[in-house]
């Protein structure tokens, strides 16, 4: 006999994602309720009560889970194609198939940037960091107008954010730099030979490194 604990209550009055993507909620009565479909690219907020997809090319925001769920279209015009949102949905940034970046407020839609090649949030939903012609970085704090925080041309600049730890990769021919992003504020926790993929770091760093603990590291702001 195996006995498997998940932690896990109940099944019921949860979200679950179909190899369909579709975006599925089972009732009380243990009746199912389809509340997306097509939905490739999603956020649900943390405490699991709302939750934001795209589409088609449509941003919509979905709550009242339990009433068949009450749909909202959050833009109007502009085609999404990729998502950037805090964990509580407050704030909404979007890629759209022309590389710009806008923020979504109520039933506005700002833009912020154009050439966007590379975007993600911070843990607090403060901060949207963004490349601009992968040479350019920017932050927009609470969809605010974008602050140059650096450039190095004939460099590729990526940035992303992994278990609530934002980081920027700076890349040339010979060297590349990690940086640890907190608000405003950067700080370099690894430089060293170039690699190509945020995965590559760990074996990068070598034997020299504990690279639990410096990860770990990162939690520390």
Same mark, same amino acid.
């Given at each position: *006999?195996?006995v498997?604990y998940?932690?896990?209550?109940?099944?019921?009055?949860k979200l679950?994602?179909?190899?369909?993507y579709?975006?599925?909620? !089972?009732? $009380?009565?243990? +009746?199912t309720e389809?509340?997306?479909?097509n939905a +490739?690219?999603?956020?649900?907020?943390?405490?699991? %009560?709302s !939750?934001?997809?795209?589409?088609?090319?449509d941003v *919509?925001?979905?709550t009242?889970?339990? @009433?068949s769920?009450?749909?909202?279209?959050? $833009?109007?015009?502009e085609e999404?194609?990729?998502?950037?949102?805090?964990?509580?949905l407050k704030h909404?940034?979007?890629l $759209?198939?022309?590389k710009?970046l806008?923020?979504i407020k109520?039933?506005k839609?700002k833009k912020?940037?154009d050439d966007? %090649?590379?975007?993600t949030m911070?843990?607090?939903g403060k901060?949207c960091y963004?490349?601009v012609?992968?040479e350019?970085?920017y *932050?927009?704090?609470?969809g605010?107008?974008? @602050?140059?925080?650096?450039?190095?041309e004939?460099?590729?600049? %990526?940035?992303?954010s992994?278990?609530?730890i934002?980081?920027a990769?700076v890349?040339n021919e010979k060297l590349? @730099?990690?940086?640890?992003?907190?608000? @405003?504020?950067?700080? *370099?926790?690894?430089?060293?030979e170039?690699?190509?993929?945020s995965? +590559? !770091?760990?074996g990068?760093?070598?034997n020299?490194?504990?690279?639990?603990?410096l990860?770990?590291s990162l939690?520390?702001?």
């Amino acid at each position: *006999v195996t006995v498997t604990y998940t932690g896990v209550d109940t099944l019921k009055e949860k979200l679950y994602y179909t190899d369909i993507y579709s975006i599925e909620y !089972l009732m $009380n009565d243990y +009746e199912t309720e389809r509340l997306a479909s097509n939905a +490739e690219k999603f956020v649900i907020s943390d405490d699991g %009560t709302s !939750l934001v997809y795209i589409d088609g090319y449509d941003v *919509v925001k979905v709550t009242d889970f339990e @009433k068949s769920g009450v749909k909202k279209d959050l $833009n109007k015009d502009e085609e999404a194609r990729t998502l950037y949102t805090d964990g509580d949905l407050k704030h909404v940034y979007f890629l $759209n198939r022309d590389k710009e970046l806008y923020y979504i407020k109520g039933k506005k839609v700002k833009k912020i940037a154009d050439d966007v %090649t590379s975007a993600t949030m911070s843990a607090d939903g403060k901060f949207c960091y963004y490349v601009v012609e992968k040479e350019k970085f920017y *932050v927009s704090k609470k969809g605010g107008k974008g @602050k140059e925080l650096f450039r190095e041309e004939d460099a590729k600049i %990526t940035c992303e954010s992994d278990y609530g730890i934002s980081i920027a990769t700076v890349t040339n021919e010979k060297l590349t @730099k990690a940086y640890r992003l907190d608000g @405003k504020k950067m700080e *370099v926790f690894y430089s060293g030979e170039v690699f190509h993929d945020s995965t +590559e !770091l760990e074996g990068m760093l070598g034997n020299d490194y504990d690279w639990q603990e410096l990860y770990d590291s990162l939690f520390d702001y």
